[in-house]
């Protein structure tokens, strides 16, 4: 009985801190290549750009220039997602003469100036209901 009572606590407390998190990436302009995704937690990682973790999906079941990605298990907190289009699949971000070449995204956020945006610009508090955002790929 008493094993039965901890597992059952452990369920509970692992249902309360974890979050599930919707993600439509949107603008994508091919099924080509992945889909990079960089969740950072505080100004001072994402100017180091060590984010907290990061995601790698695949771009083949984009419909209609649109990904829709669920994650599930994600603690309550403060995050922000940069993405990078990585349509050749070398993990970084390809740049021609001085533009990048590939897309890249913040969530909730359109980015239209040149230098990066502050992280309070982009983020968001995942608390313990769903959460949906919505990023919005910029091809320069």
């Not at 039965?4 to 606590?9: E, G």
């Not at 509970?12 to 603008?27: C, E, R």
């Not at 950072?40 to 999906?57: C, G, I, Q, R, S």
């Not at 992280?119 to 320069?140: C, D, G, P, Q, R």
């Amino acid at each position: 009985m008493r094993m039965f009572l901890l597992i059952l606590l452990v369920c509970i407390q692992w249902t309360l801190s974890s979050q599930t998190l919707k993600v439509s990436i949107t603008g994508l302009r091919n099924n080509s290549g992945n889909i990079v995704l960089a969740f950072y937690n505080t100004e001072k990682a994402f100017e180091d750009e060590t984010p907290l973790f990061t995601k790698v999906e695949s771009k083949a079941t984009v419909v209609n220039h649109i990904l829709t990605l669920t994650y599930n298990g994600l603690k309550s907190g403060v995050y922000g997602i940069v993405i990078l289009d990585d349509e050749n699949n070398n993990s970084k971000m390809d740049f021609g003469w001085i533009l990048p070449e590939e897309g890249f995204g913040f969530s909730n956020y359109y980015h239209t100036g040149m230098l990066k945006p502050k992280l309070s610009k982009f983020s968001f508090t995942l608390t313990n209901e769903t959460k949906a955002v919505e990023i919005k790929v910029k091809y320069m």
